[in-house]
């Protein structure tokens, strides 16, 4: 799902913010810092459309980890929490978040702004060049943003900004001659997926509609023509006539997420159907999760343990949180849905495939 920027504000475009953010520490795990029991972070999302409705998870130094249900409930919560989500709530140009920093795209141009809930300063914000447009494609529809370090200030870092359709642009914002380097995809099954980070490859990577491929881009010489991997799904698990037409019925997403502790990648299916229509909008449920580890050769083996860590899925990023971070709740090997319409948890070793 994407968002279309650069509208009149009376128009309402349903795609949930997520933020998180705590210390940028050098451990490259992005901005949820590892040693999080002692540090501050935040866990925002935000429906754009306002009405005060969202989800927000904070965690003060010393302090206890606990969830606003309801953005109204926010004047509880500190006054530099309080602006972080309602800053969100109003920005209509916001895409998602990224290692800390929060997107938006107006008028063609993408700023960077930093949300860092303990600073009591104003937070840093970076402008980027003018988008270019490349042929026959748009650069209006967001799909998502990742970088590739915890801070666009970084001299090497590079910001990817995944569009919906063909093309995919890269930025390196700390260079004083930085200029947008766009890439055209070919292969439509990258069209409306998201882009991610892999620290450990180094590379930009895309899981193609129906997770059988996954593109990488090298962010230090990127082309047109990717790196290619095929997927071979093995182990799946033995469904019931009733869930395979259950699963046969839902809308799938594919998640490309990368421990930051382990190393290992996973691909998670995500299966979701129309629970409910609201006011002409469709609210889904999620049905089924399943994740599979990806190895060098491209087997994808279904597994129903993530050992000590648990996985986010939101709207415009996964992540892997180790068993240490309060937000693993001190039980692992779940997968929570992260959304301004659903919130909930999948606990891997107990989903039931034979009923």
Sequence with gaps: MSLLLNQPSKLCFRKPLLVRSSPHLSDGFSSLSLP???HSCALICADPCGGNR?????????????????????????????KVILWMEKEMGTIGSSCGWLPTLKDGVLRLREMNINSETDPKRIMLPPLVTLPHCQ????TNVAMSSSSPQEE??????????????????ARSNSEWVNIRMTDPCFFSSPVMYSKKDDMFRIAGSGGHLVGSWDLHNPSNNPKLQSLRFQNL???????????DSCYTTEHLVESVTTTETFIVKSYKKTAEIIKGVPRKKTEAIMV?????????????SLVDQSIYL??????????????????????????????????????????
Aim: charged content about 25%.
């Design 36 to 38: 999080i029991y002692s």
């Design 54 to 82: 969202g989800f927000a998870t904070t965690r003060r130094s010393g302090g206890f980890l606990r969830t606003i249900s309801s953005l109204k409930e926010s004047e509880e919560v500190s006054e530099n929490d309080n």
């Design 139 to 142: 650069t209006q529809y967001v």
């Design 314 to 355: 939101t709207n415009t990023e996964a992540f892997c949180v180790p068993l240490s971070t309060s937000l693993c709740f001190g039980r692992p090997n779940f997968v929570r849905i992260f959304d301004v319409d659903e919130q909930r948890i999948f606990k891997l070793a107990k989903q039931k495939w034979d009923c």
């Design 292 to 304: 599979f580890k990806l190895d060098e050769q491209g087997n994808a083996v279904y597994t129903p």
């Design 237 to 247: 698990p033995k469904l019931s006539e009733t869930k395979r037409d259950l699963l």
């Design 156 to 173: 090497d870092c590079v910001v990817a900004v995944k569009f919906l359709g063909p093309q995919l642009s890269f930025c390196r914002p």
